[in-house]
Protein backbone atom coordinates (compact mmCIF):
# COMPACT_ATOMS: atom_id res chain seq x y z
CA UNK A 1 0.00 0.00 0.00
CA UNK A 2 3.08 2.19 -0.77
CA UNK A 3 0.09 4.97 -2.39
CA UNK A 4 -1.35 5.64 0.89
CA UNK A 5 2.13 6.27 2.91
CA UNK A 6 2.44 10.08 3.87
CA UNK A 7 5.87 11.24 4.93
CA UNK A 8 6.39 12.00 8.74
CA UNK A 9 5.30 15.37 10.05
CA UNK A 10 3.69 16.07 6.85
CA UNK A 11 1.41 19.14 6.68
CA UNK A 12 -2.34 18.81 6.01
CA UNK A 13 -4.95 21.50 5.67
CA UNK A 14 -6.27 24.25 3.78
CA UNK A 15 -5.79 27.22 1.82
CA UNK A 16 -7.67 30.82 1.34
CA UNK A 17 -6.73 33.78 -0.53
CA UNK A 18 -7.49 37.45 1.57
CA UNK A 19 -9.53 38.81 -1.63
CA UNK A 20 -11.86 36.13 -1.51
CA UNK A 21 -13.30 35.42 2.08
CA UNK A 22 -12.49 38.37 3.92
CA UNK A 23 -15.03 40.84 2.97
CA UNK A 24 -14.85 44.19 4.18
CA UNK A 25 -13.24 46.21 1.52
CA UNK A 26 -14.00 49.76 3.26
CA UNK A 27 -13.09 48.67 6.87
CA UNK A 28 -10.42 49.74 9.00
CA UNK A 29 -8.43 51.76 6.05
CA UNK A 30 -8.07 49.84 3.25
CA UNK A 31 -7.36 50.97 -0.22
CA UNK A 32 -8.62 49.99 -3.10
CA UNK A 33 -7.12 47.25 -5.59
CA UNK A 34 -7.02 46.07 -8.89
CA UNK A 35 -9.73 43.55 -8.55
CA UNK A 36 -12.05 46.18 -7.22
CA UNK A 37 -11.75 48.33 -10.31
CA UNK A 38 -11.92 45.21 -12.13
CA UNK A 39 -15.44 44.29 -10.69
CA UNK A 40 -16.81 47.93 -10.34
CA UNK A 41 -16.36 48.02 -14.18
CA UNK A 42 -18.41 44.72 -14.25
CA UNK A 43 -16.66 41.97 -15.07
CA UNK A 44 -18.08 39.86 -12.58
CA UNK A 45 -20.04 36.91 -14.34
CA UNK A 46 -22.40 36.78 -11.79
CA UNK A 47 -22.73 39.96 -10.92
CA UNK A 48 -21.97 39.23 -7.84
CA UNK A 49 -18.92 41.18 -5.35
CA UNK A 50 -16.03 40.36 -3.26
CA UNK A 51 -17.70 43.25 -0.49
CA UNK A 52 -18.95 40.75 1.51
CA UNK A 53 -17.41 37.39 0.23
CA UNK A 54 -17.35 35.20 3.58
CA UNK A 55 -17.37 37.87 5.99
CA UNK A 56 -13.93 36.03 7.10
CA UNK A 57 -12.45 39.87 8.33
CA UNK A 58 -15.19 39.41 10.87
CA UNK A 59 -15.48 35.81 11.34
CA UNK A 60 -12.08 34.32 11.19
CA UNK A 61 -12.12 32.79 14.86
CA UNK A 62 -14.96 30.46 13.76
CA UNK A 63 -12.92 29.17 10.49
CA UNK A 64 -10.25 28.89 12.74
CA UNK A 65 -12.25 26.81 14.82
CA UNK A 66 -13.68 24.47 11.61
CA UNK A 67 -9.68 24.05 11.04
CA UNK A 68 -9.04 23.02 14.30
CA UNK A 69 -11.67 20.59 14.32
CA UNK A 70 -10.76 19.14 11.58
CA UNK A 71 -7.62 18.18 12.61
CA UNK A 72 -5.45 20.21 10.32
CA UNK A 73 -2.01 21.36 11.31
CA UNK A 74 -1.38 24.04 8.16
CA UNK A 75 -2.96 27.19 7.10
CA UNK A 76 -2.22 29.02 3.79
CA UNK A 77 -3.70 32.24 3.88
CA UNK A 78 -2.71 35.78 2.37
CA UNK A 79 -2.10 38.82 3.19
CA UNK A 80 -4.07 42.30 1.49
CA UNK A 81 -1.50 44.83 0.80
CA UNK A 82 -3.80 47.20 0.24
CA UNK A 83 -4.83 46.52 4.08
CA UNK A 84 -0.74 47.76 4.93
CA UNK A 85 0.09 50.08 2.45
CA UNK A 86 -3.51 51.44 1.19
CA UNK A 87 -1.54 53.22 -2.02
CA UNK A 88 0.60 50.47 -2.13
CA UNK A 89 3.95 52.57 -0.63
CA UNK A 90 4.28 55.36 2.14
CA UNK A 91 2.33 55.08 5.28
CA UNK A 92 1.50 51.96 6.81
CA UNK A 93 -1.82 51.11 8.07
CA UNK A 94 -1.45 49.91 11.66
CA UNK A 95 -5.34 48.85 11.63
CA UNK A 96 -4.54 46.24 8.60
CA UNK A 97 -1.36 45.04 10.55
CA UNK A 98 -3.42 44.86 13.64
CA UNK A 99 -6.02 42.48 12.25
CA UNK A 100 -3.10 39.78 10.70
CA UNK A 101 -1.62 40.09 13.70
CA UNK A 102 -4.58 38.69 15.76
CA UNK A 103 -5.68 36.35 12.94
CA UNK A 104 -1.94 34.81 13.53
CA UNK A 105 -2.32 34.70 17.00
CA UNK A 106 -5.64 32.78 16.50
CA UNK A 107 -4.22 30.28 13.85
CA UNK A 108 -1.35 29.49 16.58
CA UNK A 109 -3.54 29.10 19.57
CA UNK A 110 -5.10 26.38 17.62
CA UNK A 111 -2.02 24.69 16.79
CA UNK A 112 -2.01 25.40 13.35
CA UNK A 113 1.15 26.51 11.12
CA UNK A 114 0.10 29.61 9.70
CA UNK A 115 2.06 30.22 6.38
CA UNK A 116 1.77 33.52 5.08
CA UNK A 117 1.20 34.62 1.41
CA UNK A 118 2.69 38.12 0.34
CA UNK A 119 0.54 38.39 -2.56
CA UNK A 120 -3.07 36.83 -3.59
CA UNK A 121 -3.62 39.12 -6.69
CA UNK A 122 -5.02 42.23 -5.10
CA UNK A 123 -2.69 44.72 -6.51
CA UNK A 124 -3.24 48.60 -4.44
CA UNK A 125 -4.61 50.46 -7.29
CA UNK A 126 -2.33 53.38 -7.35
CA UNK A 127 0.59 50.85 -8.41
CA UNK A 128 -1.91 49.35 -11.11
CA UNK A 129 -2.49 53.06 -12.53
CA UNK A 130 1.40 53.59 -12.42
CA UNK A 131 2.08 50.37 -14.71
CA UNK A 132 1.77 48.20 -12.42
CA UNK A 133 3.22 44.13 -13.25
CA UNK A 134 3.96 46.18 -17.05
CA UNK A 135 6.97 47.91 -15.43
CA UNK A 136 9.82 47.72 -12.57
CA UNK A 137 8.20 50.71 -10.80
CA UNK A 138 6.73 47.79 -8.61
CA UNK A 139 9.51 46.20 -7.67
CA UNK A 140 10.67 48.24 -4.83
CA UNK A 141 7.22 48.84 -3.13
CA UNK A 142 6.42 44.96 -3.35
CA UNK A 143 9.78 44.25 -1.38
CA UNK A 144 9.18 47.12 0.96
CA UNK A 145 5.71 45.87 1.99
CA UNK A 146 7.41 42.26 2.69
CA UNK A 147 9.70 43.72 4.65
CA UNK A 148 6.83 45.69 6.41
CA UNK A 149 5.13 42.55 7.07
CA UNK A 150 7.66 40.27 8.26
CA UNK A 151 8.96 43.24 10.64
CA UNK A 152 5.25 42.54 13.09
CA UNK A 153 4.54 38.91 11.58
CA UNK A 154 8.19 37.22 11.54
CA UNK A 155 8.59 36.12 15.07
CA UNK A 156 5.26 34.01 14.70
CA UNK A 157 4.55 32.96 11.31
CA UNK A 158 7.68 30.97 10.58
CA UNK A 159 6.57 30.13 6.48
CA UNK A 160 6.54 32.96 3.78
CA UNK A 161 5.50 32.65 0.23
CA UNK A 162 6.22 35.78 -2.13
CA UNK A 163 3.71 35.13 -4.66
CA UNK A 164 0.63 33.08 -5.87
CA UNK A 165 0.49 32.17 -9.34
CA UNK A 166 2.26 34.59 -11.27
CA UNK A 167 1.61 33.01 -14.75
CA UNK A 168 -2.41 33.48 -13.69
CA UNK A 169 -1.70 37.53 -13.05
CA UNK A 170 0.41 37.53 -16.13
CA UNK A 171 -2.10 35.90 -18.83
CA UNK A 172 -5.04 36.23 -17.76
CA UNK A 173 -4.32 39.68 -16.22
CA UNK A 174 -2.46 41.00 -18.86
CA UNK A 175 -2.52 38.80 -21.49
CA UNK A 176 -6.28 38.11 -22.36
CA UNK A 177 -7.89 40.18 -19.65
CA UNK A 178 -10.25 37.92 -18.37
CA UNK A 179 -8.78 38.85 -15.14
CA UNK A 180 -7.94 42.05 -13.43
CA UNK A 181 -6.41 44.23 -14.50
CA UNK A 182 -8.62 43.18 -17.38
CA UNK A 183 -5.06 44.14 -20.08
CA UNK A 184 -5.29 42.70 -23.41
CA UNK A 185 -1.99 43.25 -24.12
CA UNK A 186 -0.91 39.74 -25.98
CA UNK A 187 2.54 37.80 -25.87
CA UNK A 188 4.38 40.76 -24.61
CA UNK A 189 2.30 41.53 -21.83
CA UNK A 190 2.42 38.47 -20.35
CA UNK A 191 5.83 38.16 -20.56
CA UNK A 192 6.72 41.40 -18.77
CA UNK A 193 4.04 40.41 -16.54
CA UNK A 194 5.90 37.40 -15.85
CA UNK A 195 9.25 38.96 -15.43
CA UNK A 196 8.53 41.70 -13.11
CA UNK A 197 6.68 39.98 -10.48
CA UNK A 198 10.18 37.24 -11.00
CA UNK A 199 11.92 40.14 -10.19
CA UNK A 200 9.99 41.33 -7.21
CA UNK A 201 9.51 37.51 -5.74
CA UNK A 202 13.76 38.11 -6.28
CA UNK A 203 13.60 41.41 -4.27
CA UNK A 204 10.78 40.27 -1.43
CA UNK A 205 13.31 37.10 -0.68
CA UNK A 206 16.22 39.09 -0.05
CA UNK A 207 14.26 41.80 1.95
CA UNK A 208 12.97 39.50 4.02
CA UNK A 209 16.18 37.55 4.67
CA UNK A 210 18.49 40.87 5.17
CA UNK A 211 16.35 41.03 8.35
CA UNK A 212 15.82 37.54 9.79
CA UNK A 213 17.03 34.00 9.95
CA UNK A 214 15.77 30.72 10.58
CA UNK A 215 12.63 31.31 8.23
CA UNK A 216 11.06 28.87 5.64
CA UNK A 217 11.02 31.06 2.90
CA UNK A 218 9.20 30.67 -0.77
CA UNK A 219 6.87 30.88 -3.19
CA UNK A 220 3.43 29.39 -4.87
CA UNK A 221 3.49 28.62 -8.79
CA UNK A 222 0.88 26.98 -10.94
CA UNK A 223 2.17 24.28 -12.52
CA UNK A 224 0.92 22.47 -15.04
CA UNK A 225 2.25 19.37 -17.09
CA UNK A 226 1.89 20.56 -20.53
CA UNK A 227 1.18 17.86 -22.98
CA UNK A 228 0.33 18.21 -26.84
CA UNK A 229 -2.85 17.27 -28.63
CA UNK A 230 -1.65 14.56 -31.04
CA UNK A 231 1.86 13.55 -32.55
CA UNK A 232 1.77 16.43 -35.04
CA UNK A 233 5.21 18.39 -34.82
CA UNK A 234 3.97 21.30 -34.45
CA UNK A 235 1.09 20.64 -31.97
CA UNK A 236 4.57 18.95 -30.27
CA UNK A 237 6.15 22.92 -30.89
CA UNK A 238 3.29 24.07 -29.35
CA UNK A 239 2.92 22.48 -26.53
CA UNK A 240 7.03 23.24 -25.46
CA UNK A 241 6.18 26.80 -26.55
CA UNK A 242 3.32 27.32 -23.82
CA UNK A 243 5.18 24.80 -21.16
CA UNK A 244 8.11 27.76 -21.83
CA UNK A 245 5.26 30.09 -20.95
CA UNK A 246 3.11 28.47 -18.55
CA UNK A 247 5.89 26.31 -16.44
CA UNK A 248 9.43 27.54 -17.08
CA UNK A 249 9.63 31.35 -17.08
CA UNK A 250 8.70 31.41 -13.23
CA UNK A 251 10.21 28.00 -12.08
CA UNK A 252 13.69 28.44 -14.89
CA UNK A 253 14.24 31.48 -13.11
CA UNK A 254 13.35 31.26 -9.69
CA UNK A 255 15.24 27.68 -9.30
CA UNK A 256 18.00 28.06 -12.27
CA UNK A 257 18.40 31.64 -13.08
CA UNK A 258 17.27 31.45 -16.39
CA UNK A 259 14.99 32.24 -18.95
CA UNK A 260 13.87 29.96 -21.29
CA UNK A 261 15.59 29.69 -24.59
CA UNK A 262 12.26 29.62 -26.57
CA UNK A 263 11.56 32.92 -25.01
CA UNK A 264 14.81 34.69 -24.63
CA UNK A 265 14.07 36.07 -28.33
CA UNK A 266 10.45 37.76 -27.42
CA UNK A 267 11.54 38.95 -23.93
CA UNK A 268 15.13 40.93 -24.91
CA UNK A 269 13.29 44.15 -24.90
CA UNK A 270 12.92 44.20 -21.02
CA UNK A 271 15.27 42.03 -19.68
CA UNK A 272 18.27 43.90 -18.47
CA UNK A 273 21.69 43.08 -17.51
CA UNK A 274 22.18 40.99 -13.75
CA UNK A 275 17.83 40.17 -13.57
CA UNK A 276 18.96 36.37 -14.00
CA UNK A 277 20.80 36.98 -11.00
CA UNK A 278 18.06 39.12 -9.16
CA UNK A 279 15.36 36.43 -9.97
CA UNK A 280 17.38 33.46 -8.83
CA UNK A 281 17.33 32.91 -5.63
CA UNK A 282 17.39 29.15 -2.93
CA UNK A 283 14.35 28.60 -1.50
CA UNK A 284 13.46 26.36 1.34
CA UNK A 285 10.24 25.47 0.18
CA UNK A 286 7.71 25.88 -3.25
CA UNK A 287 4.35 26.06 -3.12
CA UNK A 288 2.90 23.94 -6.20
CA UNK A 289 -0.71 24.33 -7.16
CA UNK A 290 -2.13 21.83 -9.24
CA UNK A 291 -5.52 21.40 -10.91
CA UNK A 292 -5.05 19.61 -14.27
CA UNK A 293 -2.78 18.82 -17.21
CA UNK A 294 -2.58 21.07 -20.12
CA UNK A 295 -3.19 19.50 -23.49
CA UNK A 296 -2.29 22.13 -25.78
CA UNK A 297 -2.30 22.23 -29.90
CA UNK A 298 -1.11 24.68 -32.68
CA UNK A 299 -3.33 27.50 -33.91
CA UNK A 300 -2.82 30.71 -35.21
CA UNK A 301 -4.01 34.01 -33.80
CA UNK A 302 -3.66 32.92 -30.41
CA UNK A 303 -0.76 34.34 -28.24
CA UNK A 304 2.20 31.73 -28.70
CA UNK A 305 0.05 30.65 -31.71
CA UNK A 306 -1.08 27.96 -29.09
CA UNK A 307 -4.47 27.00 -27.88
CA UNK A 308 -6.11 24.44 -25.68
CA UNK A 309 -6.55 20.57 -27.30
CA UNK A 310 -8.85 18.07 -26.49
CA UNK A 311 -8.01 16.99 -23.20
CA UNK A 312 -8.71 13.54 -23.98
CA UNK A 313 -10.46 13.39 -20.87
CA UNK A 314 -13.73 11.69 -19.76
CA UNK A 315 -14.42 13.34 -15.94
CA UNK A 316 -14.33 16.97 -15.44
CA UNK A 317 -15.02 19.59 -12.63
CA UNK A 318 -18.11 22.08 -12.67
CA UNK A 319 -15.04 24.50 -13.82
CA UNK A 320 -15.09 22.38 -17.28
CA UNK A 321 -11.22 21.56 -16.31
CA UNK A 322 -10.52 18.09 -16.96
CA UNK A 323 -10.06 15.70 -13.73
CA UNK A 324 -6.65 14.46 -13.89
CA UNK A 325 -4.67 13.51 -10.85
CA UNK A 326 -2.02 11.22 -12.39
CA UNK A 327 -0.75 14.62 -13.61
CA UNK A 328 0.25 15.81 -10.00
CA UNK A 329 2.22 12.55 -10.17
CA UNK A 330 3.78 13.43 -13.21
CA UNK A 331 4.50 17.14 -11.98
CA UNK A 332 6.06 16.45 -8.69
CA UNK A 333 8.42 13.10 -10.45
CA UNK A 334 9.61 16.24 -12.97
CA UNK A 335 10.70 18.02 -9.96
CA UNK A 336 12.56 15.29 -8.97
CA UNK A 337 14.17 14.35 -11.85
CA UNK A 338 14.68 17.52 -13.37
CA UNK A 339 15.21 20.67 -10.30
CA UNK A 340 17.04 18.89 -7.93
CA UNK A 341 14.16 17.36 -5.47
CA UNK A 342 13.16 20.59 -4.28
CA UNK A 343 11.45 20.27 -1.15
CA UNK A 344 7.36 21.72 -1.82
CA UNK A 345 4.18 21.11 -0.82
CA UNK A 346 0.51 21.30 -2.59
CA UNK A 347 -0.14 24.61 -2.04
CA UNK A 348 -3.61 24.38 -3.49
CA UNK A 349 -5.85 21.31 -5.45
CA UNK A 350 -9.50 20.84 -5.30
CA UNK A 351 -12.53 21.39 -7.62
CA UNK A 352 -15.69 23.33 -8.10
CA UNK A 353 -19.12 21.48 -8.79
CA UNK A 354 -22.59 22.37 -8.29
CA UNK A 355 -23.01 21.01 -4.48
CA UNK A 356 -27.15 20.39 -3.29
CA UNK A 357 -27.77 21.02 -0.03
CA UNK A 358 -30.02 18.26 1.07
CA UNK A 359 -32.93 17.96 3.14
CA UNK A 360 -31.26 17.04 5.97
CA UNK A 361 -29.65 20.35 5.36
CA UNK A 362 -26.15 18.44 4.47
CA UNK A 363 -23.79 18.56 1.62
CA UNK A 364 -23.43 15.40 0.01
CA UNK A 365 -19.99 16.11 -2.16
CA UNK A 366 -18.72 12.46 -3.71
CA UNK A 367 -17.10 13.75 -6.74
CA UNK A 368 -14.84 16.43 -4.36
CA UNK A 369 -14.11 13.30 -1.65
CA UNK A 370 -13.31 11.37 -5.05
CA UNK A 371 -10.88 14.24 -6.91
CA UNK A 372 -9.29 14.56 -3.09
CA UNK A 373 -8.73 10.75 -2.57
CA UNK A 374 -7.15 10.31 -6.32
CA UNK A 375 -4.87 13.40 -5.95
CA UNK A 376 -3.83 12.52 -2.79
CA UNK A 377 -2.86 8.75 -3.91
CA UNK A 378 -0.68 10.53 -6.50
CA UNK A 379 1.14 12.33 -3.94
CA UNK A 380 1.83 9.52 -2.10
CA UNK A 381 2.96 7.63 -4.64
CA UNK A 382 5.16 10.42 -5.79
CA UNK A 383 6.25 10.21 -1.94
CA UNK A 384 7.18 6.36 -2.44
CA UNK A 385 9.44 7.16 -5.55
CA UNK A 386 11.59 9.92 -3.24
CA UNK A 387 10.13 12.95 -4.11
CA UNK A 388 10.13 15.79 -1.60
CA UNK A 389 6.63 16.28 -1.30
CA UNK A 390 6.00 17.57 2.53
CA UNK A 391 2.31 17.98 2.42
CA UNK A 392 -0.72 18.60 0.96
CA UNK A 393 -3.59 22.01 1.13
CA UNK A 394 -6.88 21.50 -0.48
CA UNK A 395 -8.34 24.41 -2.15
CA UNK A 396 -10.35 25.78 -0.38
CA UNK A 397 -11.82 25.90 3.03
CA UNK A 398 -14.75 27.55 2.16
CA UNK A 399 -16.59 28.45 -0.69
CA UNK A 400 -15.51 31.79 -1.87
CA UNK A 401 -15.45 34.74 -4.31
CA UNK A 402 -14.16 32.94 -7.43
CA UNK A 403 -12.49 35.66 -8.98
CA UNK A 404 -14.41 36.63 -12.14
CA UNK A 405 -16.72 33.69 -11.80
CA UNK A 406 -18.08 35.50 -9.10
CA UNK A 407 -19.96 33.56 -5.95
CA UNK A 408 -21.00 31.14 -7.94
CA UNK A 409 -18.60 28.61 -8.22
CA UNK A 410 -17.84 26.43 -5.18
CA UNK A 411 -14.27 25.51 -4.29
CA UNK A 412 -14.94 25.06 0.06
CA UNK A 413 -14.94 21.56 1.63
CA UNK A 414 -17.28 23.73 4.09
CA UNK A 415 -20.28 25.48 2.49
CA UNK A 416 -21.04 29.08 2.58
CA UNK A 417 -24.72 30.74 2.27
CA UNK A 418 -24.26 33.74 1.24
CA UNK A 419 -27.45 34.93 2.53
CA UNK A 420 -26.76 34.22 6.07
CA UNK A 421 -22.92 33.70 6.14
CA UNK A 422 -24.10 30.47 7.62
CA UNK A 423 -21.20 28.02 7.22
CA UNK A 424 -21.71 23.96 6.47
CA UNK A 425 -19.04 21.26 6.49
CA UNK A 426 -19.19 18.89 3.45
CA UNK A 427 -18.23 15.59 3.47
CA UNK A 428 -15.43 16.58 1.39
CA UNK A 429 -14.54 18.03 5.08
CA UNK A 430 -15.28 15.53 6.49
CA UNK A 431 -13.08 13.19 4.18
CA UNK A 432 -10.14 15.38 4.63
CA UNK A 433 -10.22 15.71 8.87
CA UNK A 434 -10.34 11.74 8.96
CA UNK A 435 -7.53 11.76 6.64
CA UNK A 436 -5.33 14.55 8.05
CA UNK A 437 -6.24 12.49 11.74
CA UNK A 438 -5.06 9.02 10.77
CA UNK A 439 -2.29 10.31 8.65
CA UNK A 440 -3.35 8.37 5.11
CA UNK A 441 -6.42 8.12 2.90
CA UNK A 442 -9.20 7.19 4.64
CA UNK A 443 -11.56 4.56 3.69
CA UNK A 444 -14.58 5.46 5.51
CA UNK A 445 -15.28 8.79 7.37
C1 LIG B 1 -6.05 30.47 -7.43
C2 LIG B 1 -7.26 30.59 -6.54
C3 LIG B 1 -8.49 30.18 -7.32
C4 LIG B 1 -8.35 28.74 -7.74
C5 LIG B 1 -9.53 28.18 -8.50
C6 LIG B 1 -6.04 29.25 -8.30
O1 LIG B 1 -5.63 29.60 -9.58
O2 LIG B 1 -4.88 30.59 -6.69
O3 LIG B 1 -7.32 31.89 -6.06
O4 LIG B 1 -9.66 30.39 -6.61
O5 LIG B 1 -7.22 28.60 -8.56
O6 LIG B 1 -9.71 28.86 -9.69
Redesign the pocket.
Known amino acids: MAANIFPKDFLWGAST?AY?IEGALDADGRGPCVWDTFTAAGNIKDGSSAAVACDHYHRWPEDIALMKDAGFNAYRFSIAWPRILPTGTGAVNAAGLDFYDRLVDGILEAGIRPMACLY??DLPQPLEDAGGWQGRGVVGPFAEYARVVAARLADRVKDWMML??PN?VAIFGYGVGEQAPGHKLGEQGMLRALHHQNLAQGAALRAIAAEHSGLTLGT?L?LQPCRAESDRPEDVAAAARWDAVWNRVTLDGLLRGEIPALLADKMKGFVQPGDEAAIRYPIDLLGI?Y?SRMTMKHEEGHPFDVWWGDAHCDRWTG?AWPVQPDGLYDLLVSLKRDYGNPACYVA?N?A?YDDVVGPDGAVHDPERVAFFRDHLESVARAAAQGCNVKGYLC??LLD?F??SFGLD?R?GIVRVDYDTLKRTPKDSYRFLAATAKAGRIVETF
Request: aromatic residues 22%; charged residues 20%.
Open positions: AQHWNEVVNNYMEGAWSNEWKF
